[in-house]
């Protein structure tokens, strides 16, 4: 079983910061791409930031020179650093984790629960 958990959401206001970090554990043997996906209402899911085991990047053009991703493979975590919010950027945060586990030779997506970032003054 694998567990995503996610941290760091909340209320922010306009040209604010947020820190959100994601911990991945159970039975894991390796993970591939770690990311951050958001959904704001009536909208869908849609990538904001991923990154693989070696450190390569790919960020959405919407938070590009805003959010910084970045991930320690020893803690299986990836924390994505939002400077300079925007009320466009209110949205239910998910992680996800491309996870290949103990015993098995296939790469599931997993998947946090979410966790709301609001900016709004």
């Known amino acids: 079983q694998v567990q995503l958990v996610e941290s760091g959401g909340g209320l922010v206001l306009p040209g604010g910061s947020l820190r959100l970090s994601c911990a991945a554990s159970g039975s894991i043997f390796s993970i591939n791409a770690m990311g951050w996906f958001r959904q704001a209402p009536g909208k869908e899911r849609e990538l904001v930031a991923t990154?693989?085991?070696?450190?390569?990047?790919n960020v959405a053009d919407s938070v590009k020179g805003r959010f910084t991703i970045s991930r320690d493979n020893a803690k299986n975590t990836v924390t994505l650093q939002m400077n300079s919010l925007k009320r466009e950027d209110t949205a239910v945060y998910y992680c996800n984790a491309r996870i290949i586990r103990y015993g098995r030779y296939d790469v599931s997506d997993y998947w946090g629960q979410g966790t709301q970032v609001t900016v709004s003054s």
């Open positions: 990154i693989t085991s070696g450190g390569g990047s």
